[in-house]
């Protein structure tokens, strides 16, 4: 199993950039493919990125792309997502979430078994 706290949320202005983290607690953490997901009041969670274990290549929604990037470091067993360009849409619950031996490529928040409590990211007009 692998526990999951994401950090770094808070209020931002159209345009501005936050940098989300996410620890992850718990053993053979290389071995999970990681998400970040949103989820906006009224609307299903959603994906923003995904990246395998191996660090290949991510996934990003077309919403993000170009504005958001996602980084893991497996040595500290943290996932990242640098957010850049935000807009008012970005605004929601921010969750990290993890399978392991995930072998997707489009991170459906079905796939994944493993969530945090998820962080509250604002981005004001």
């Known amino acids: 199993q692998v526990q999951l706290v994401e950090s770094g949320g808070g209020l931002a202005q159209a345009g501005g950039s936050l940098r989300l983290s996410c620890a992850a607690s718990?053993?053979?953490?290389?071995?999970?493919?990681m998400g970040w997901f949103r989820q906006a009041p009224g609307k299903a969670r959603e994906v923003v990125a995904g990246v395998g274990s191996s660090s290949e290549s991510a996934y990003y929604a077309d919403s993000v792309k170009g504005r958001f990037t996602l980084s893991r470091d497996n040595a500290k067993n943290m996932v990242y997502l640098q957010m850049n360009s935000l807009q008012p849409d970005d605004s929601a619950v921010y969750y990290c979430?993890?399978?392991?031996?995930?072998?997707?490529?489009?991170?459906?928040?079905?796939?994944?078994?493993?969530w945090g409590q998820g962080t509250q990211v604002t981005v004001s007009s």
């Open positions: 979430a993890a399978e392991r031996y995930y072998r997707g490529t489009l991170f459906y928040p079905a796939d994944m078994s493993y």
């Open positions: 718990g053993r053979a953490f290389s071995t999970y493919a």
